[in-house]
Each structure stands twice: as C-alpha cells, then as structure tokens.
C-alpha cells in the first residue's frame, strides 16, 4: 500500500473514539488516521502481516485514493465524510454464499442510513445505498477463500455525510447534509455505524440467512418495478427486476424473456 509506513508513522486519534463502545466487537480494536490513500489497502497491508481481531476498524476522515466497485473512484471531501473498513472472519460461511454476507452488511448500513434519514432509502443492487434516486453510501467487499470457505473480509464502506458539493462526474450523489440541511457528528454516526453493521452480522451467525435474503429483497431499490436499464453495448431495454439468481445476480424479466446479469453487466438508467 502507497505511503504505509508514512500512516503507521503518524497514526493519531483525531477522533473522540478510542474504540467504538456501542458494540460488542466491532471496533474494539480501531485504528483512524488524519489521512490514508484506501482504508481497505490498509486493511489488505494489516491482514497480511498480523492477525487482526474479528471486528477491527480502520478509519479515516481524509481518504485520497478511495475505492469502488470494479476499479471506480470514490470521492470524498476531507473531513466531511466516513471512509471505514471493517476485518470480518466469517469461516462458518461457505464460500458460495459471499453475496448472503453482502445482503447482511447492505441491509446494515441501509439500517444505519433510516436511523438519520426518513425519507425513502433503499439497497441499489448489489450494495449502494440510495435515497430516492441519489446514491449516500458505496461498499465494497472484499473476500479471501480458502478450500470451500471464506477466510476473511474486508468490507470497505463510503458514506457521504456533510459534502453538499461534488466534482468527479458521479451522476447523483447526495449526503446526509444534502437531505436534511443538518450538519452531522462523524464520530457519532461511525460508532452507530459500527453498531448497526454488528447487529446484522451477529444475525447472520446466528442462521438468519433466509430472513436476511428476504429484507434485501424487501429493501431492493426497483424491485418489481418496470424501470430502464443499460448494458455496456449501449443498448437501452426495459426491464423488472424479479429476484437474484446464483450468487446474486440480478434476474430481469425482459421483452426478451428473463436474462441474467452480474456487476457491471447491465446499467441501471436514473
């Protein structure tokens, strides 16, 4: 990871959280920095050399170099916003069932976004958060198998918290700010955060698969909806969505019959 040793070197608690207290562990071991290139090239760099402890926290209210999916940026004005990534080891997870850990930690911070903001939020498959029609919050997840399981995750999480100007060409942001006009505490929102992610997690453990599949559906931004949708060709369709396949991927029922799509396979037009 770029500059490493620079962030080890001048790891500081600018925040008020020595640990994120809410939980039960998730964030007991928390790490923020005044600056770090990718909180989840953080986490990869940490994984590799130690062992962190289920539920560590990397954080940062000044990411420069942040992630989306597939290798898009995630902007993000300096000390406005939350960039987190959390170390999970769900070893009882078949490595089949990733997009099951995915629904769990979406429906999370899906749960973390109505707790602030009462109007209309919901998943946008697979992970963003949306309000009506405007994306708050991007994860990415990423996972290492090993034989049949997974190992470990790094679940890196972008929330848009007090930003109410933005410049790369994401077409519909908007920010806890954006709708509410209310400024908001970053260090209180990332301990409930933390809180709400944990709560979704322990769900999980506890076999509570089946319930999650269906929130997330319940929750699923156009779901059952005649809407317009895109793939990278160019061409324009409508389409419904109707549910997910294996490994969740997205099932549309078309003028075509019903075809499948995996990330970045197909464009959701707003």
Known sequence: M?????NSANLTKLTRLDTIKKTLFVGKEFYHFPELASTNDYAIELTSKS?????????????????????????SEPDKN??????????????????????????????????YISSDAKIKWSN????FDKKVAGILIQNTLVSRNIQSSII????????????????????????TGNDFDLDELLEMLCWKIEMRYLQLKANSSEKIKAEYLD???????DALYQIPEGEVFQGRIIGLGEFGK????????????DTKEVKFII
């Not at 062992?51 to 902007?75: F, M, N, R």
């Not at 997870?93 to 629904?103: E, G, I, K, S, Y």
């Open 2 to 6: 770029q500059n490493s040793s620079k």
């Open 51 to 75: 062992k962190p402890s289920e539920g560590t926290v990397i954080s940062t209210y000044k990411q420069v170099l942040g992630k989306g999916q597939a290798g898009s940026k995630w902007e």
């Open 82 to 115: 939350i960039s987190m990534s959390l170390i999970l080891h769900p070893k009882f997870m078949a490595a089949r069932d990733q997009f099951v850990l995915n629904q769990a930690i979406s429906l999370g911070v899906l749960d973390f976004v109505k707790n």
């Open 128 to 131: 963003d958060i949306y309000i």
């Open 156 to 179: 890196g999480i972008g929330l848009n918290i007090n930003q109410t100007i933005f410049k790369s060409d994401a077409p519909n942001p908007t920010s806890f700010k954006l709708e």
């Open 219 to 225: 929750n699923l931004y156009r779901y059952m909806e």
């Open 250 to 261: 997205l099932l549309l029922q078309t003028k075509k019959g019903l075809l499948e799509f």
